[in-house]
T-cell receptor, first 113, second 111 residues
């Protein structure tokens, strides 16, 4: 079955540590997105990518980095510069950015140790 | 002014009633509109997409779009306790690949 796989489901970060969240899709979608969701909040865009080897900052990119070396994969690194990383992280993809609906993975819940 | 606004709720309706959820947006030339349902601790799942003015029906769900007034709504007929969730409205402003989400409306359907 086609879909988006995010891993791990839960992740704990120590002070000063970088952690990487995985997002893989087999939907043959061109566009991929990373969102952060805090309790009682909507989704805030971190980074997005329309094609391989190209990505753009969203509204809250500081303290995060991404890569898009393959169409299927869009990993997100939460760096030590992100001082408040505790949140629910969602990866999404769509066939045509801005027109078609997004499909979401199951999310990764990141907490600080 | 927020780009996409929703009443946070909770909106409480009795089982079997119609639930009406509303969303307003600021970019007059926004092009695509989506409603997602999100259960607590889960990821959003798509309920409806709507692109042109008017109503679009899918089962118990009806999306309504009024571009002149810049609002989109979702009606849920015959509401069930399983419909209790947070409903997110998403809009794609013109000339962008971004999706802008509202903060969601929490719906509680009372048995």
């Amino acid at each position: 079955d086609g879909g988006i796989t995010q891993s791990p489901k839960y992740l704990f970060r120590k002070e000063g540590q970088n952690v990487t969240l995985s997002c893989e899709q087999n939907l043959n979608h061109d566009a991929m997105y990373w969102y952060r969701q805090d309790p009682g909040q909507g989704l805030r865009l971190i980074y997005y990518s329309q094609i391989v080897n190209d990505f753009q900052k969203g509204d809250i990119a500081e303290g995060y980095s991404v890569s898009r070396e393959k169409k299927e994969s869009f990993p997100l690194t939460v760096t030590s510069a992100q001082k408040n990383p505790t949140a629910f992280y969602l990866c999404a993809s769509t066939s045509t950015g801005g027109f078609q609906p997004q499909h979401f993975g199951d999310g990764t819940r990141l907490s600080i140790l | 002014q927020k780009e996409v606004e929703q009443n946070s709720g909770p909106l409480s309706v009795p089982e079997g009633a119609i639930a009406s959820l509303n969303c307003t947006y600021s970019d007059r030339v926004s092009q695509s509109f989506f409603w997602y349902r999100q259960y607590s601790g889960k990821s959003p799942e798509l309920i409806m997409s709507i692109y042109s003015n008017g109503d679009k029906e899918d089962g118990r769900f009806t999306a309504q779009l009024n571009k002149a007034s810049q609002y989109v709504s979702l009606l849920i007929r015959d509401s069930q306790p399983s419909d209790s969730a947070t409903y997110l409205c998403a809009v794609t402003p013109s000339g962008t690949y971004k999706y802008i989400f509202g903060t969601g409306t929490r719906l509680k359907v009372l048995a």
